[in-house]
């Protein structure tokens, strides 16, 4: 557990120093900016939940049309139950 906090630690040290280095030159690329957003999503998103996220992320999605069809969000409100603890969970649920 500690190792890991450690390394994410260190990961941040070194994206701060990128994004300081990236931004004193004055000039980025798409390159650079898709570089630099993509490193400070790893550190928000670990791999191993990406897939919780995105599934979570879907579910809510899904039940939408329902919302703005009928007009009735009790739908939204079933699946949230089971959204919301899986987008925060810190396990995988989705195998």
């Not at 670990?46 to 009735?72: H, M, R, S, W």
Request: hydrophobic share 60%; proline share 3%; charged share 20%.
């Amino acid at each position: 557990m500690l190792a890991k906090i450690q390394e994410r630690y260190y990961f941040f040290l070194a994206l701060t120093e990128a994004i300081g280095i990236v931004l004193s030159r004055g000039v980025q690329t798409f390159r650079e900016r898709l570089d630099i957003f993509l490193a400070a999503a790893s550190l928000a998103f670990d791999v191993e939940l990406l897939k919780n996220k995105l599934y979570a992320i879907l579910l809510i999605l899904c039940t939408l049309p329902v919302v703005f069809l009928d007009g009735d969000a009790t739908v939204t409100v079933f699946i949230g139950f089971i959204a919301i603890p899986m987008f925060f969970a810190k396990e995988p649920w989705i195998l």
